[in-house]
């Protein structure tokens, strides 16, 4: 009775030593894709982003599931095929959420970096009020010490923390001095019915070269003490430290209004109303309209504008180069003083017969 | 009375004038409560560890000079503690500072084993740690008497 087998490639042949890009090509790469499609120890992986928005799923091969320490344990090894992860994205794994704390790097054959597990999740208030909530990893930079801070009249805890955290546009305007809120969210219950209130915690670093070396993504090393927990200000409902009411978020639009087609002839003009709206579509007067106007190199200087009020008249220049297909398009811009209501329009430029 | 009764007195005294002042209460907690051994207490080293951002206020009571055998002199310390996340009152004051003014007028009028009235020694603005402001009072009681038959 035969066995199953089957052979990926022909095998190689050494005659001059100069066909090991040949072999790589010919056997490595196969093999590494059907040990990963197929593998055993092969698994796959959720890749997601800051938000923790899938971005993509891929197999890849996590080692050090089986640590022989604690601290080992935390962290593991991934494996994939090259360009499949970068550093600060996150892995889920088993229904464990990883962070990549490493720069990945290759062997020309398969990629790794190394990954820890996250533990502590961060939320906090951007400028505008808007709620932002990243999970990293956490250590705690105290663990051999008492935990408070005794002086001669008072003692106060003493818990540090040195976390990992994505860098991205929300996390690297962390400033020192934002208090955050962190206890295990399974026991919040339990711990509200004792009497007690989350940990509070206060940014001291923020290090932001230490391991950002790759043009996308990067990790941001943070230090977090233990601070006062404030019932004033501290938000223990939605785990927001020093917690503010969002900034209003306006609710209607603004319009850019014309007669006919949102065209512009050559060597004419041809004049834009900015008409803001609340929700039920009434007219917002005393909003004063920011205009802009995204031109082409071409069409520098042969498309202007002038601004009186709510209106634009835009102008554009007898130039028959602007009718070219490519050149006749540009965008105009509609905002607010205080960016809450914006509004785009393509506006075409033809010949004056067209 | 003996010399440690005299001295216990004087911080059930303070305590009991303290928790009489609406002024005082105001700046310490929002809602009223025990706030003996939570917020005011009648010694000098906070015994538990403090989290929140409680304002605390705590005191020592030291012999300062012992006149003759049954007169003698004490020093009341008083210690107003203030989170440094919590020094803006919500009328716009500075919290050690408003509280240590409403202290001292609450105490200075105060009457007790002492011969006249607290007299205040000194006011002086410092810190616990990073974490926490401080304004110390003292003030001298002069001449209370000790009574030798309950020595």
Redesign the interface.
């Known amino acids: 009775m035969s066995s199953d087998w089957y052979l990926i490639n022909k095998p190689p042949i050494y005659l001059s030593g100069e066909e090991y890009n040949d072999n790589v090509d010919g056997f490595m790469q196969d093999g590494l894709s059907e040990l990963l499609a197929d593998g055993t120890l092969s698994s796959l992986v959720d890749i997601c982003d800051s938000n923790l928005n899938v971005v993509a799923q891929i197999n890849a091969v996590v080692q050090n599931n089986l640590a022989d320490s604690v601290e080992n344990a935390k962290t593991r090894q991934i494996i994939s095929s090259i360009g499949s992860f970068y550093s600060g994205c996150y892995i889920r794994h088993k229904n464990e959420l990883y962070i990549v704390a490493s720069k990945p790097d290759n062997n020309k054959f398969y990629e790794k970096a190394v990954m820890k597990q996250c533990n502590i999740q961060l939320r906090w208030q951007n400028r505008k009020g808007e709620t932002i909530s990243r999970w990293c990893y956490g250590s705690n930079a105290t663990k051999y010490s008492s935990g408070?801070?005794v002086?001669?009249?008072?003692?106060?805890?003493d818990l540090k923390y040195n976390l990992i955290i994505p860098i991205d546009s929300e996390t690297i305007v962390l400033q020192r001095d934002k208090r955050f809120l962190v206890e295990d969210e399974r026991f919040s219950e339990n711990l509200r019915a004792n009497g007690i209130?989350p940990?509070?915690f206060k940014l001291t670093q923020t290090d932001t070269k230490s391991d950002s070396f790759a043009s996308v993504g990067g990790i941001l090393n943070l230090t977090l003490i233990?601070?006062?927990?404030?019932?004033?200000?501290d938000n223990v409902a939605l785990m927001i430290a020093d917690y503010f009411s969002p900034t209003p978020q306006p609710v209607g639009n603004a319009e850019i209004t014309y007669t006919g087609e949102a065209i512009v002839k050559l060597g004419l003009s041809k004049v834009f109303t900015a008409v803001f709206k609340d929700a039920e579509g009434n007219k917002i007067n005393g909003v004063i309209p920011v205009w802009n106007l995204s031109l082409l190199p071409d069409q520098e200087n042969k498309v202007t504008f002038v601004t009186e009020g709510d209106f634009i008249t835009i102008s554009v220049i007898n130039d028959s180069v602007l009718t070219k297909s490519g050149n006749n398009q540009f965008v105009l811009s509609l905002e607010d003083e205080n960016n809450l209501y914006n509004s785009e329009l393509t506006i075409e430029i033809r010949g004056l017969f067209g | 009375m003996e010399a440690y009764m005299a001295m216990e007195e004087i911080k059930m005294s303070v305590c009991q004038r303290l928790l009489a002042s609406e002024n005082v209460l105001k700046y310490i907690v929002d809602k009223k409560g025990d706030i003996i051994f939570e917020n005011i207490y009648p010694f000098y080293r906070i015994p538990s560890t403090i989290s929140d951002t409680r304002t605390i206020i705590n005191m020592s009571v030291n012999i300062n000079s012992i006149q003759n055998s049954t007169l003698f002199s004490v020093m009341l310390t008083i210690w107003v503690i203030c989170s440094s996340q919590d020094m803006k009152t919500n009328d716009g004051h500075i919290r050690t500072d408003v509280l240590a003014h409403e202290i001292t007028s609450v105490l200075q009028k105060c009457k007790g084993t002492w011969i006249g009235e607290m007299e205040l020694k000194s006011n002086a603005e410092g810190t616990i740690d990073e974490k926490y402001n401080t304004r110390v009072l003292q003030f001298l009681l002069k001449d209370i008497v000790v009574d030798n038959q309950c020595r």
Request: glycine share 0%.
């Open positions: 408070v801070d002086t001669k009249v008072i003692t106060t805890p209130n940990q509070a233990e601070d006062a927990f404030n019932i004033t200000t």
